[in-house]
C-alpha cells in the first residue's frame, strides 16, 4: 500500500484515424487500478464499480480525463491473459 499521495494524471485523446473523421459521441469504458494495484470484481473488499466509468468523446472526438495515476499490477497467473501478456512487447494500455 502506497504511504505518500497518490499523483495525479491527465490524459486527452482524439477519437478516430488521422485521415477520418472524428468519432463524435464515441463511448469509452474507462477500468483502472486503484493504488494497491487491484481492479474491482478483480479483488476482494472493492466496491463493484470502483474506479471505472464511461466517458463520452465530444464533437471533435476528444475526451479528457482526470484521474490517480494508477499503481502497477500484477496480471493473473491463472486465466489467459496471463499467456497473452508473456508473448506481447511492452505497450500502452490505450487501444
Not at 484515424?17 to 494497491?36: N, V
Not at 465530444?58 to 501478456?85: L, V
Request: glycine letters at 6%; one cysteine or more.
Amino acid at each position: 500500500m502506497r504511504t505518500k499521495p497518490t499523483p495525479r494524471s491527465s490524459s486527452r485523446a482524439r477519437c478516430g484515424r488521422r485521415t477520418a473523421p472524428p468519432l463524435s459521441g464515441a463511448q469509452l469504458e474507462i477500468w483502472q487500478a486503484d493504488d494497491d494495484g487491484l481492479y474491482s470484481q478483480f479483488a476482494p473488499n472493492l466496491p463493484e464499480w470502483n474506479l471505472r466509468g464511461t466517458v463520452v468523446a465530444d464533437d471533435q472526438g476528444t475526451f479528457k480525463i482526470h484521474t490517480i495515476e494508477p499503481a502497477p499490477y500484477q496480471i493473473p497467473t491463472d486465466r489467459p491473459a496471463a499467456d497473452q501478456s508473456r508473448s506481447a512487447p511492452e505497450s500502452s494500455h490505450w487501444r
